[in-house]
């Protein structure tokens, strides 16, 4: 399948799929999901130590594996996300490692994590939605035993940050807010 490389606001997707028949519920969860986002900045979180804690793995472990800054994110050479004008993309890289002797099964899809990334304790942006294979927020997959997956969540920031003085990522999960400083 050849996926051509679009902007990033055409590769978001909304976890709500609904017909054209039911626009105007759709509307009433866009203005509910909205008010989340709200919600979202004004939640005060638990502080928690871990990825891993705050989405709930179990035995999986989730570490936060480093940054980078970019105008374009590619995932191979068929596909790939480019920030809107003025922007750049915050790449987080998290790997999603399995430490037991079975194959696990993991569908982030189904939980629908929320990620919000606070930047030099200022600078706000939420996680955006792609179909990559590799996105955390949409990941689903068998992590073989011992086996460690490279995941992201992408986020658009002003070109103007160039130093990243710290990072703290907020995660909506079922309702809980939880902060992880990276």
Do not use: W
């Not at 709500?16 to 008010?35: K, L, M």
């Not at 928690?48 to 035995?59: D, R």
């Amino acid at each position: 399948i050849f996926l051509p490389a679009a902007s990033a606001t055409s590769t978001i997707l909304s976890r709500d799929f609904t017909s054209s028949s039911e626009n105007t519920e759709a509307s009433d969860e866009q203005e509910d999901s909205a008010s989340d986002t709200q919600t979202a900045d004004t939640e005060s979180p638990e502080t928690v130590s871990t990825i891993s804690e705050a989405l709930n793995l179990g035995n999986i472990q989730a570490v936060y594996a480093g940054n980078r800054l970019c105008t374009t994110y590619e995932q191979s050479d068929v596909y790939a996300v480019d920030a809107s004008a003025g922007r750049q993309l915050l790449v987080l890289n998290v790997d999603l490692s399995n430490q037991e002797k079975q194959d696990i099964h993991i569908d982030m899809l189904q939980s629908a994590p929320t990620f919000q990334v606070i930047v030099n304790e200022t600078e706000k942006a939420m996680a955006q939605t792609t179909i990559l294979s590799n996105d955390l927020s949409t990941f689903q997959g068998d992590i073989k035993a011992g086996e460690t997956k490279g995941t992201v969540l992408l986020f658009e920031i002003p070109k103007e940050i160039q130093e990243i003085t710290g990072l703290q990522l907020k995660i909506n999960l079922d309702g809980a807010f939880r902060m992880v400083n990276l």
